[in-house]
């Protein structure tokens, strides 16, 4: 027997500071504390749930404030934590800890009670395995007397929080199910079966813990019992979900009944014709799906609503038969395939005639699209229809293969579609059926479920670097760990290039590759390894385009701007096209995915994107033009700065009219606001003009510069402060205009005092 294992847990327990397991508490000097305000609550429930990692100041005002954070937001986050270091003790700002871009709880596991339950599961179902029974158990009961309650039962069920509470709820399945097999296994099976079939009466779906009551009704000679009790599990599977019981179960079923256990008969299917089976009471079950990525990290949201949407029976409920379509869709390398396929393995038992996979080819370098002839084509061969009974045209091949599909359960991944155009006529028959279709612009299918993938967060960009190159890495050099994944712009296709050099390179340290890839100029061609290669997937969306000239112009001129965020005025500007083409220009770039579509008629691209685009202008776009575009620009954001910072400083004289179709500006709120919102912008903008660009853009520049430092300082943004009124004195030197040089002279002193 192991020794020291109920010290360890008892030090465990002592250890806990933090408590989710229930109502949020912390443990203080004087004990358990309750959080008295709902958003001090949910604040610290999102620091805990991502413990020892920095959370943004603007993810918390977005989770907080459900997307409409107050124009005060930041200063009252600022707030809340100053109290919860008051209610922690916490002095010295050691435990809630101010780091860029936010703030972040540093914790270790044992101090977090679901964490610890964690840990404890661990823990009891290896003294069990070992043979340690009775420690097992107790390890294991301790740990579900942590639970005082739902978890997090006092903090708004915002998505983050459900997901994580979800959690916690399987978590305490499986302590419940892994202290059951423990009783069976010693013989404590009274009053077992109480407690699991009241566990079953809220998680009826819970196959596992099916097994685990019927196993303990049968301890307690229960069999009539237990054979309703499977008769009831049966139904509910089959009506909720559309599926049998899966194979231990049924295995169960029959040692209840002393039959053999076998696995089920190979069915028969039709043929092309329909009339004659494919062969004498066998076929071979087409099994296509590529292995499942054995690293997939992340997604746990979007693979819980698409495993949701496509559980049976929810389309066999419509009137008119017709297949469960998922339809994920998003920018080159944001891993749609992955979750495509990592969802499909997941789904794989509900598709007993067979799992299919196709690439269509919709975005390959080189190669054609996949039509709808050869699609179907392969289709039917997968599902052993000799190729001699498969028509050549089309239309002819579209009613073989809606015949053969007609009762069969099956599952289909179409990867790398175009269009709706190529994928309807694929898609079978059946209501049995599902389908994944994988594209990188939207495929609008009637009915199908649409997900749009974005970029990995940060917490899951680090988990999955560290599932590519080993948990040594990881451990050894976390900053440096999450400046690799800020530097792939939590792209999955960057992080498992720059995974894969680390783990091809093991000489390499993780800090050596950031160091590579902080060089700009270099980022890209770091961003390759064999054939994948993050440059050449963007440039196959940017190809993807065809003769649409003004959307490559708009997507080069955006990536040389380097801007942040922008509007379509913005847009405009940059390219002197009249708006209506700017807006169908855009719209282009959002449906090829190389431009996001924010909120309020903004648009935001990735940094990756925004380096290809300046790379693409250099080698297209003459540098006048180039300049001249960036001088567009600068004076686009000029004019309304300035009105902006007479509203902000009256001293400097009376506001200046609004230049016709600049942003209407009437009072210091409207003035804060439209700083607010685009001074990374113009911090950028003066950053981004060089005297190379013309006297005329430096002029600008300085201008703005000199208008955008007045909001700096109100605002208290220090560091943008000194580099913009430093690189104004910079650019203030190239005018040899006297004034100009004395003003840019005394703003960069006064932001030095500042």
């Known amino acids: ?70 124009a005060s937001g930041a200063k009252v986050v600022h707030n809340y934590v100053a109290r919860l270091r008051r209610l922690l003790d916490d002095t010295d700002a050691g435990l809630v800890t101010t780091r860029p871009p936010g703030y972040a709880l540093a914790v270790t596991d044992s101090e977090v009670d679901a964490v610890a339950a964690e840990q404890a599961l661990a823990t009891g179902r290896r003294l069990s395995a070992a043979g340690h029974h009775d420690e097992a158990r107790e390890v294991l009961r301790r740990a579900l007397r942590l639970w005082r309650g739902e978890p997090l039962m006092d903090v708004p069920a915002i998505p983050t929080v459900a997901h994580h509470v979800a959690w916690m709820e399987a978590l305490r399945l499986d302590l419940l199910e892994s202290s059951a097999h423990v009783d069976l296994t010693t013989g404590r099976h009274a009053g077992l079966a109480d407690t699991l079939g009241a566990a079953l009466a809220a998680h009826p779906l819970r196959e596992s813990l099916w097994v685990c009551y019927i196993r303990a009704l049968l301890a307690a000679g229960r069999r009539a019992d237990a054979l309703a009790a499977y008769q009831r599990a049966y139904r509910t599977l089959c009506d909720q979900l559309g599926v049998e019981p899966g194979e231990e179960l049924r295995r169960l079923h029959r040692e209840m009944l002393g039959a053999p256990v076998r696995g089920r008969d190979a069915p028969v299917r039709p043929t ?101 002839g050869e699609a179907l084509a392969r289709l039917l061969r997968a599902l052993g229809v000799p190729s001699g009974e498969i028509p050549v045209n089309a239309t002819e091949a579209l009613t073989v293969y809606r015949s053969v599909t007609a009762d069969l359960q099956l599952l289909i991944v179409l990867d790398n579609a175009v269009d709706a155009t190529q994928v309807t006529p694929l898609l ?37 670097l560290t599932s590519l190159v080993g948990t040594r890495h990881g451990d050894a050099d976390p900053p440096a760990l999450d400046a690799l994944a800020d530097m792939c712009g939590h792209l999955p296709l ?81 390219t002197g096209e009249p708006p209506a083409g700017v807006e169908a220009a855009l719209e282009k770039l959002v449906h090829a995915q190389l431009v996001d579509e924010l909120p309020g008629r903004r648009y935001r691209v990735h940094d990756l994107n925004r380096l290809v685009g300046a790379e693409l202008a250099a080698d297209i776009d003459p540098p006048q033009q180039r300049s001249s575009a960036l001088l567009r620009l600068v004076e686009h954001y000029a004019a309304p700065a300035a009105r902006a910072r007479d509203l902000l400083r009256p001293t400097y004289g009376p506001p200046r009219p609004a230049a016709d179709g600049s942003v209407p500006l009437d009072d210091r709120d409207d003035a804060l606001d439209w700083f ?45 402060l000194d580099l913009v009124t430093a690189r104004s004195v910079e650019l203030a030197a190239h005018l040899g205009d006297a004034t100009v040089q004395a003003v840019a002279a005394d703003r960069r002193a006064v932001a030095c005092y500042a």
């Open 1 to 70: 027997m192991p020794r020291g294992w109920r010290v360890i847990e008892q030090e465990r327990d002592a250890r806990l500071r933090y408590r989710v397991l229930g109502p949020v508490e912390v443990r203080g000097p004087d004990g358990w504390r309750r959080i008295p305000a709902a958003r001090q609550r949910l604040l610290l429930a999102l620091l805990i749930i991502n413990h020892d990692r920095v959370v943004s100041t603007e993810r918390l005002l977005d989770e907080i404030w459900a997307g409409r954070p107050p």
């Open 272 to 372: 092309a014709a329909g009339t004659a089976p494919v062969a004498a009471g066998w076929r071979l079950v087409p099994r296509q799906l590529p292995p499942a990525p054995a690293t997939f990290t992340g997604r746990a949201d979007e693979l819980a609503a698409l495993l949701a949407w496509l559980q049976p029976g929810r389309a066999a409920q419509a009137d008119v038969p017709a297949p469960r379509v998922a339809c994920l869709h998003g920018p080159a390398g944001v891993g749609k395939t992955a979750l495509a396929v990592h969802a499909a393995h997941r789904l794989a038992s509900r598709a007993r005639d067979g799992q299919l996979h196709l690439d269509l080819r919709g975005a390959t370098p080189g190669l054609r699209a996949v039509d709808t």
């Open 428 to 464: 079978p028959a059946s209501s049995r059926c599902l389908v994944l279709v994988t594209s990188r612009a939207p495929v609008a299918i009637d009915g199908a479920y649409q997900l749009r993938l974005g970029t990995l967060t940060p917490q899951d960009s680090r988990a999955l």
């Open 494 to 574: 960057a992080l498992r290039i720059a995974g894969g050099r680390l783990a091809t390179h093991p000489a390499w340290s993780i800090q050596q590759l950031a160091e590579r890839m902080s060089n700009r100029t270099r980022l890209l061609d770091e961003l390759r390894l064999d054939d994948a290669s993050v440059r050449g997937s963007i440039l196959t969306s940017y190809d993807l385009l065809g003769a649409d000239a003004a959307a490559q112009r708009a997507f080069r001129l955006i990536g040389e701007a380097g801007l942040t965020s922008l509007d379509a005025p913005a847009v405009a500007a940059l």
């Open 676 to 720: 607010e919102q685009e001074h990374p912008n113009l911090v950028a903008l003066v950053a981004r003009v060089t005297p190379a660009d013309g006297p005329d853009a430096v002029a600008a520049a300085v201008r703005l510069s000199q208008a955008l430092g007045v909001f700096l300082q109100i605002g208290m943004y220090l560091d943008e």
